[in-house]
């Protein structure tokens, strides 16, 4: 999809998208999801916004919360 924006507006969007750790797309996103649900306008079948970047780290089978050793042990 193509999107005209003024040079001044997009550049302002990617300082502010910088500035939050987003893309400049998913600036757009985030502003217009926003927008939508502030006019009561996004649809319920609108699904979140997919997180992006790297998957949280897994623990290693037999490491984790339940099977660190208990304190004075």
Do not use: C, K, Y
Not at 8 to 26: G, K, P
Not at 45 to 58: C, D, H, K, L, V
């Amino acid at each position: 999809m193509l999107l005209r924006l003024d040079p001044a507006v997009h550049d302002a969007l990617a300082r502010w998208a910088s500035d939050e750790l987003r893309s400049t797309n998913a600036q757009i996103e985030f502003l217009l999801r926003r927008a939508l649900a502030d006019a009561a306008r996004l649809p319920g079948s609108a699904g979140p916004i997919a997180r992006r970047g790297r998957p949280p780290r897994r623990p290693e089978p037999g490491q984790g919360p339940d099977t660190a050793p208990e304190a004075g042990a």
